[in-house]
């Protein structure tokens, strides 16, 4: 009981300090609408408001609200605390005509202090604009069929748009592949033939493809995101792109078609189209760097530091050393190369290992690159490294900038061993060499001799290896003709595969499920079920009935239920084949399922 109440007191401090912590207030609309289209203004606050005032909205119809809601969550995680708290007020709105709306800040008030929203700028385009696909009916009959789709050649297409057309070799820029509809996408490929020999490609990650409208030269278009990647051009000159295809599942209107009653229902009938579409070819002209750069210039275009980190300047001779040279900042940081480094003679170095961390977002490519060394001095004495240079071209003043280390000193002491070796794992015979007067790799252990007049036939090791050998053949003998014996059986075989089968039926149907090809995926889920139980009961798929299925599980003491959840699946996967366009939630569950109620059956019938 102390402890409860110690919690509730806690909580109640943490929510008082917490809720004094500034407050945000936005406000959030769509971006366009269509004239007499009714869409959603909500207004968030991350407290509770004693006070609330709406601004002015002109040119528009109230047609319902405000609807207001809350909800409130504390976390505390590693001593860390956390609350999230959100209070909307919700209005539904529809425009008058079309042009321009900019809506005021709303006012509020919370805990005596005055807050307001940002603005907010809705277009209002001409009704006609793209539907989203859940309101389609994809039925298809006889009728369907003999109807012609149309399909105006300006209602979707794709391209690449780039934030620059003029750049520097190597300088990165933002490429973004778009699409434009008009129509429902049920199905979308990826781009094909998307040649980008001539730059080097990192990717943006976009999350969940979603799409938003946007006026197009006056006309309304859905429009999606599906690609995005900074890209770093490998050579100078003009540079094209070439237009690159989808392909694409489209929604659109069946024509020639006499009007039903259910259309006011379920709207008008549409049927999917498959179209190709091409993009426009891209040119980018790319500006070649001055000719006068250093010898330290390695490909880094952008904006950089340069570090260097020696971890011991006092060692003595074969203690090993770690020299780290970091290069930081934004650009093409993965198409830097190493750094020209005059290590003493007495030195033993490696190659140096590469790491490289980079983030790259829509403001370009940030992040690091490490080379470290690894050095061994040989022989005693104070030893100079020159001072390291990292040379880059500066984008904002288009000069490049020279960075240097300065020089790097190193005492080495003599050790009790100078004279001999250290072995250093991963060092190949390649790696020898000359150091003053020493030659690495000298064998130092006594060899292995063995005595001459000796034979192997007609030893002990000899026999005991014909022995072995000859148990090891009886046995894989024997282990032969069971599986033959095995195999004979039929019953036995179909019985031991219709599990395994059942899953590479299950795994294509997932393949399908990610591809979102919905007909696809309820038909192997259904060969994968009724071929696994006609394995297991030994019945051909084409005897195969609900009722056989009953009464053969029933025979076999399976219960009741989990027979009932087959069948279920089975009705599920027969009516979804045919019944207009599903999100894929439904599709993970059924998968979910089919391999639960196939692992239940398998288990009982062991």
Same mark, same amino acid.
């Given at each position: 009981?102390?402890?409860?109440?110690?919690?509730?007191?806690?909580?109640?401090?943490?929510?008082?300090?917490?809720?004094?912590?500034?407050?945000?207030?936005?406000?959030?609309?769509?971006? #366009?609408?269509?004239?007499?289209?009714?869409? @959603?203004?909500?207004?968030?606050? #991350?407290?509770?408001?004693?006070?609330?005032?709406?601004?002015?909205?002109?040119?528009?119809?109230?047609?319902?609200?405000?609807?207001?809601?809350?909800?409130?969550?504390?976390?505390?995680?590693?001593?860390?605390?956390?609350?999230?708290?959100?209070?909307?007020?919700?209005?539904?709105?529809?425009?008058?005509?079309?042009?321009?709306?900019?809506?005021?800040?709303?006012?509020?008030?919370?805990?005596?202090?005055?807050?307001?929203?940002?603005?907010?700028?809705?277009?209002?385009?001409?009704?006609?604009?793209?539907?989203?696909?859940?309101?389609?009916?994809?039925?298809?009959?006889?009728?369907?069929?003999?109807?012609?789709?149309?399909?105006?050649?300006?209602?979707?297409?794709?391209?690449?748009?780039?934030?620059?057309?003029?750049?520097?070799?190597?300088?990165?820029?933002?490429?973004?592949?778009?699409?434009?509809?008009?129509?429902?996408?049920?199905?979308?490929?990826?781009?094909?033939?998307?040649?980008?020999?001539?730059?080097?490609?990192?990717?943006?990650?976009?999350?969940?493809?979603?799409?938003?409208?946007?006026?197009?030269?006056?006309?309304?278009?859905?429009?999606?995101?599906?690609?995005?990647?900074?890209?770093?051009?490998?050579?100078?000159?003009?540079?094209?792109?070439?237009?690159?295809?989808?392909?694409?599942?489209?929604?659109?209107?069946?024509?020639?078609?006499?009007?039903?009653?259910?259309?006011?229902?379920?709207?008008?009938?549409?049927?999917?189209?498959?179209?190709?579409?091409?993009?426009?070819?891209?040119?980018?002209?790319?500006?070649?760097?001055?000719?006068?750069?250093?010898?330290?210039?390695? @490909?880094?275009?952008?904006?950089?530091?340069?570090?260097?980190?020696?971890?011991?300047?006092?060692?003595?001779?074969?203690?090993?050393?770690?020299?780290?040279?970091?290069?930081?900042?934004?650009?093409?940081?993965?198409?830097?190369?190493?750094?020209?480094?005059?290590?003493?003679?007495?030195?033993?170095?490696?190659?140096?290992?590469?790491?490289?961390?980079?983030?790259?977002?829509?403001?370009?490519?940030?992040?690091?690159?490490?080379?470290?060394?690894?050095?061994?001095?040989?022989? #005693?004495?104070?030893?100079?490294?020159?001072?390291?240079?990292?040379?880059?071209?500066?984008?904002? #003043?288009?000069?490049?900038?020279?960075?240097?280390?300065?020089?790097?000193?190193?005492?080495?002491?003599?050790?009790?061993? @100078?004279?001999?070796?250290?072995?250093?794992?991963?060092?190949?015979?390649?790696?020898?060499?000359?150091?003053?007067?020493?030659?690495?790799?000298?064998?130092?252990?006594?060899?292995?001799?063995?005595?001459?007049?000796?034979?192997?036939?007609?030893?002990?090791?000899?026999?005991?290896?014909?022995?072995?050998?000859?148990?090891?053949?009886?046995?894989?003998?024997?282990?032969?003709?069971?599986?033959?014996?095995?195999?004979?059986?039929?019953?036995?075989?179909?019985?031991?595969?219709?599990?395994?089968?059942?899953?590479?039926?299950?795994?294509?149907?997932?393949?399908?499920?990610?591809?979102?090809?919905?007909?696809?995926?309820?038909?192997?889920?259904?060969?994968?079920?009724?071929?696994?139980?006609?394995?297991?009961?030994?019945?051909?798929?084409?005897?195969?009935?609900?009722?056989?299925?009953?009464?053969?599980?029933?025979?076999?003491?399976?219960?009741?239920?989990?027979?009932?959840?087959?069948?279920?699946?089975?009705?599920?996967?027969?009516?979804?084949?045919?019944?207009?366009?599903?999100?894929?939630?439904?599709?993970?569950?059924?998968?979910?399922?089919?391999?639960?109620?196939?692992?239940?059956?398998?288990?009982?019938?062991?």
């Amino acid at each position: 009981m102390r402890r409860i109440l110690i919690n509730i007191l806690l909580f109640l401090v943490l929510s008082n300090w917490l809720t004094a912590q500034n407050i945000q207030f936005t406000a959030s609309a769509p971006k #366009s609408v269509e004239v007499g289209e009714q869409f @959603e203004l909500i207004y968030t606050l #991350s407290d509770q408001p004693s006070g609330f005032r709406p601004p002015e909205f002109k040119n528009m119809n109230l047609l319902g609200g405000p609807s207001t809601s809350s909800s409130s969550n504390v976390q505390i995680i590693n001593g860390k605390v956390t609350q999230n708290s959100a209070y909307s007020y919700t209005y539904y709105l529809s425009a008058n005509k079309m042009g321009t709306i900019n809506l005021d800040p709303a006012l509020a008030t919370v805990n005596g202090k005055s807050y307001s929203s940002n603005t907010i700028t809705i277009e209002v385009l001409k009704s006609g604009s793209p539907k989203s696909n859940s309101n389609a009916n994809a039925n298809n009959n006889s009728e369907n069929n003999q109807a012609s789709a149309d399909l105006g050649s300006g209602d979707i297409f794709a391209r690449i748009l780039i934030d620059r057309n003029s750049v520097y070799q190597g300088e990165g820029f933002i490429a973004t592949i778009k699409l434009y509809s008009k129509l429902g996408i049920s199905n979308l490929g990826g781009p094909e033939n998307l040649n980008l020999d001539n730059f080097f490609r990192q990717d943006i990650e976009i999350g969940q493809i979603r799409s938003e409208r946007e006026n197009i030269k006056g006309q309304a278009y859905l429009t999606a995101v599906i690609q995005k990647f900074v890209l770093f051009p490998q050579k100078s000159g003009e540079i094209v792109i070439d237009p690159f295809s989808m392909k694409v599942q489209v929604q659109v209107p069946v024509r020639n078609r006499r009007p039903s009653v259910f259309d006011d229902f379920f709207g008008p009938q549409v049927q999917e189209v498959e179209k190709k579409i091409y993009s426009l070819p891209v040119k980018i002209y790319v500006k070649s760097l001055p000719a006068n750069g250093p010898n330290s210039f390695k @490909e880094a275009v952008g904006d950089f530091t340069f570090k260097t980190t020696l971890d011991k300047q006092n060692v003595k001779t074969n203690d090993a050393i770690n020299l780290k040279l970091s290069i930081s900042g934004n650009g093409n940081i993965k198409m830097i190369g190493p750094l020209e480094i005059k290590f003493p003679t007495d030195f033993e170095t490696y190659d140096p290992k590469i790491s490289v961390n980079t983030n790259v977002t829509n403001a370009g490519v940030s992040g690091s690159k490490t080379f470290e060394y690894l050095v061994i001095p040989r022989h #005693s004495g104070n030893f100079k490294i020159p001072s390291i240079e990292f040379s880059y071209f500066d984008l904002k #003043s288009k000069q490049y900038k020279t960075l240097s280390s300065g020089e790097l000193e190193i005492n080495v002491e003599k050790s009790e061993n @100078e004279g001999t070796t250290n072995v250093i794992s991963g060092v190949g015979k390649e790696d020898v060499k000359f150091l003053g007067k020493d030659i690495q790799f000298i064998m130092t252990r006594v060899p292995v001799f063995t005595r001459t007049g000796e034979f192997l036939f007609g030893s002990l090791g000899f026999c005991l290896y014909f022995i072995i050998s000859f148990l090891l053949f009886i046995i894989l003998v024997l282990l032969w003709r069971k599986r033959i014996r095995e195999n004979a059986n039929l019953v036995m075989v179909r019985n031991k595969r219709a599990n395994k089968i059942a899953r590479m039926r299950l795994k294509d149907a997932h393949l399908y499920m990610t591809e979102n090809k919905k007909e696809n995926f309820y038909e192997y889920i259904l060969k994968a079920l009724w071929g696994y139980m006609s394995d297991k009961l030994s019945i051909p798929v084409a005897e195969l009935s609900r009722e056989k299925v009953l009464e053969e599980t029933s025979n076999k003491k399976i219960e009741s239920d989990i027979i009932k959840k087959f069948l279920e699946i089975l009705d599920t996967c027969e009516y979804a084949r045919y019944a207009p366009i599903q999100d894929n939630t439904q599709m993970d569950s059924v998968y979910k399922d089919a391999i639960t109620v196939i692992s239940q059956i398998e288990q009982k019938m062991k």
